[in-house]
């Protein structure tokens, strides 16, 4: 079963690598579906055509991420 959905990235904050095909892994924040923008860390193709699996995080949840990371 096929399901449409939509995302617009409002903000580009960090591209942390990209391969040999020239797909990037990034740290966007993404509308998803015109909901409420939330972080997104995922493979790009180039110009955003296509997207690998990722993950999206709330605010709260990018906040106690930060915390760790900053912690460690």
Same mark, same amino acid.
């Given at each position: 079963?096929?399901?449409?959905?939509?995302?617009? %990235?409002?903000?580009? %904050?960090?591209?942390?690598?990209?391969?040999? *095909?020239?797909?990037? *892994?990034? +740290?966007? +924040? %993404?509308?998803? =579906?015109?909901?409420?923008?939330?972080?997104?860390?995922?493979?790009?193709?180039?110009?955003?055509?296509?997207?690998?699996?990722? %993950?999206?995080?709330? =605010?709260?949840?990018?906040?106690?991420?930060?915390?760790?990371?900053?912690?460690?």
């Amino acid at each position: 079963m096929s399901q449409e959905f939509s995302y617009e %990235i409002l903000e580009e %904050i960090a591209v942390l690598s990209e391969n040999n *095909k020239g797909w990037t *892994k990034e +740290l966007n +924040l %993404i509308s998803w =579906n015109n909901r409420p923008a939330k972080f997104d860390l995922r493979d790009w193709a180039p110009n955003h055509e296509k997207m690998g699996k990722g %993950i999206t995080l709330t =605010n709260e949840e990018f906040a106690v991420l930060k915390e760790t990371l900053t912690n460690m």
